[in-house]
């Protein structure tokens, strides 16, 4: 078990027996006192709506909690309930203490103030029931600090009623055991001002679910519809509690609170079961279904019993064989039992996932089984898609295509990362028929996805050789016009005037003329050899890269670094190294604004790295028509090629070649 998973079991095996404990305190309590049973708390109808609200409230609260620990609403539900069991607690307990002539109740007066004012917690975790759905989520940013006000004005409140020396409701000749009375006056103002902030913060709530609710659409818009109704009492039951309490009604107060959150847990409860809000419907399907799986196997580890002691009457029913051949019975029937149970459940709760599973299935034990069509007949929708991860960051279809995720889509999760997103229309089916179609058919994606991998690959290389076909095409075509445009027509030239020379016949004329095709014959070779060094210079061939970048160094007018290991590597590996290092130096000198690079070859681990940076201002763009054919001359040769930019500015370009 993780760290992360033992802290949140820590916090269930803390907060779950809390409202328990607490409801077992009160009974307790109003044991010990003269009367009936809960005479304190009114009639029996007040106490059987106490009890169902704590109860309805409690119970989300451990459903939510043990199913996704995460939802934060699931917490402010368990407070809620806690909150009830609290105020029923104190109150009792107050009650017992206070009259008590013994010393055997200790903190009575403390007990009164708690209970005094219990009932602002119940507006706090009403508050945060509401708003810590995903309602805040389609708000601006300032709604989001609506818990922490929340929060805030309950603390402030509760401590307010602890510090200010004012008799309790109900017991005038009591006051708080804290009470300080040179503050009370300002305590008595900021308690205030934070009630009626709390109570703003209540209303606020409901606003922010009906805009939410408003805002939404499809499935989130019937994952709300439930928990707005149970919601919208809130206001008016808000609104008659204050009425109540400041016309001295305390007892009466406390009543339409418990109505509105008996009414929001009921909500939550139908949103919960019918439109997976909060997505604990798995969990209640597979606890009926293991439910109905232990009745099976208890019944029929009964019947084998019955049946053989009624058969054979020597056999005593506490007879080891007996006992071992009902156990193997019970055994025998329980994973069929489950299967049953589990089918009878889906089918009954929610036929359309039931269908879909079995259609997926069904269709994963036929052979040659296309996947996404069998998604795409399943959910009832033709524009499902299957997108995988792809190394680059990217998403690939089944086909090997790069594309751009849509809106809506389903994660399929395995070992702890997502293996590939299901994508499909909400307005054609549920993100939750999605999920358990995905979860089943999750192996054969798996293999979809392998086969993705392989024909994005083959689609880089059909794409690479291209862009290499391409780029040897243009730089043919370069060369030749350089040949034609340049030393050609300096040949041309010596051409004519070695002829016209030789008719002139003068002495002169003709040394003239022979000086002057020297000189042009000197350019030309100048210009064949430049035009030689950019597609692979001498030093390359003869020392290979450390002496090719050297030269390359001496002739650049920046200043250089130059560490390059002394070995020589397989032609085709140094001819590609050199072209990284040419074509990175030339964009630095037209575009860095620097006048420092630093040039790196080393070898190990069995690869060849090529290292070049430059302190420029970086934004290099590594899809431009160089970077690009240089990636493309690198990845056929096995390695990688990483263009981006340093920190705090400059370029870094870095090769890899499988080299031994």
């Known amino acids: 078990m993780t760290v992360g998973a033992n802290r ?36 029996a109808a007040e106490v059987f709506v106490f009890l169902v609200g704590l109860t309805a409230c409690w119970g989300v609260g451990v459903i939510l909690t043990g199913r996704v620990v995460h939802q934060p609403a699931g917490w402010a539900f368990l407070g809620l309930g806690t909150a009830f069991a609290w105020a029923s607690f104190t109150e009792e307990y107050a009650i017992l203490a206070l009259g008590s002539s013994s010393t055997d109740y200790p903190l009575a007066e403390l007990a009164a103030t708690f209970a005094d004012s219990s009932w602002l917690w119940w507006f706090v975790f009403i508050a ?13 940013s300032r ?11 309950g603390l402030v409140s509760q401590a307010g009623s602890l510090l200010r020396s004012v008799p309790l409701e109900g017991e005038p000749e009591l006051n708080s055991p804290w009470a300080v009375d040179s503050i009370s006056p300002m305590i008595e103002v900021l308690t205030a001002v934070a009630v009626f902030l709390l109570g703003f913060c209540v209303l606020a709530s409901v606003w922010v679910l009906v805009v939410a609710f408003r805002r939404s659409r499809g499935e989130s818009r ?79 580890f009964g019947l084998v019993v019955l049946v053989i002691t009624r058969s054979i009457p020597t056999v005593s029913s506490t007879s080891r064989w007996l006992t071992s051949v009902a156990t193997l019975a019970g055994v025998a029937i329980a994973r069929p039992a489950y299967v ?68 809506h889509g389903v994660d399929v999760v395995r070992e702890g990362r997502v293996s590939a997103r299901v994508e499909f229309d909400p307005q054609r089916t549920e993100s939750g028929v999605v999920s358990a179609v995905s979860h089943e058919a999750a192996a054969e994606i798996d293999n979809l996805g392998l086969r993705a991998e392989l024909a994005r690959q083959v689609e880089e290389v059909t794409e690479s050789r291209a862009r290499l076909a391409g780029a040897h095409l243009e730089e043919r075509q370069r060369i030749e016009r350089d040949l034609h445009d340049g030393a050609q027509q300096r040949i041309l030239a010596i051409a004519l005037q070695l002829q016209s ?42 020392g290979g890269l450390r002496a090719a970048i050297e030269d390359l160094a001496s002739r650049i007018p920046l200043h250089l670094e130059v560490d390059v290991i002394d070995r020589r590597f397989p032609p085709t590996i140094e001819s590609a190294a050199w072209f990284v290092v040419a074509e990175a130096v030339a964009n630095a000198v037209k575009h ?8 790196g070859v080393t070898h190990d681990g069995g690869r060849l790295a090529v290292i070049v940076t430059d302190g420029g201002i970086g934004g290099a763009d590594p899809r431009a028509r160089g970077l690009q054919g240089l990636a493309d001359r690198v990845s056929a040769l096995g390695g990688t090629l990483t263009v981006r930019e340093q920190s705090p500015h400059g370029t870094h370009v870095e090769a890899r070649f499988p080299c031994a």
């Not at 350019?523 to 064949?528: A, D, I």
């Open 222 to 300: 019937q994952q709300l519809l439930w928990l707005v109704a149970g919601a919208t009492p809130i206001a008016p039951c808000v609104v008659a509690s204050f009425a109540l309490s400041f016309a001295g009604k305390d007892a009466a107060a406390a009543l339409p609170l418990t109505l509105a959150v008996i009414a929001l847990a009921l909500g939550a409860g139908f949103s919960v079961m019918r439109y997976r809000l909060y997505d604990v419907e798995r969990v209640v399907s597979e606890s009926v279904s293991y439910a109905l799986a232990s009745g099976a196997v208890i019944g029929a």
């Open 128 to 140: 945060l029931c509401l708003q810590l759905t995903a309602a805040l989520a389609t708000l601006p």
């Open 592 to 599: 860095a604004r620097t006048d420092e690079l630093t040039i």
């Open 340 to 407: 049953w149970a589990r089918n009878a459940v889906d089918r009954r709760f929610n036929r359309r996932r039931f269908d879909a599973v079995h259609m997926v299935r069904t269709g994963l034990r036929q052979s040659n089984t296309d996947i996404e069509a069998l998604l795409r007949t399943a959910l009832g929708d033709p524009s499902v898609q299957v997108l995988f991860p792809a190394a680059s960051g990217s998403w690939v279809t089944s086909g090997g295509q790069v594309t751009t995720p849509g809106g």
């Open 143 to 153: 709604w989001r600090l609506l818990p922490l006000v929340t929060l805030g004005a």
């Open 501 to 542: 020379a030789r008719v002139n016949g003068a002495d002169d004329a003709l040394r003239e003329e022979v000086d002057r095709a020297i000189a042009h014959l000197g350019l030309t070779v100048q210009e064949l050899r430049d035009l030689a060094g950019g597609l692979q210079p001498a030093a390359l061939a003869g």
């Open 8 to 43: 949140w079991f820590a916090a269930r095996a803390v907060t779950w027996p809390l409202t328990p404990a607490l409801t077992a305190g009160t009974v307790w309590a109003d044991q010990r006192q003269p009367g009936p049973l809960f005479a304190g708390a009114g009639d």
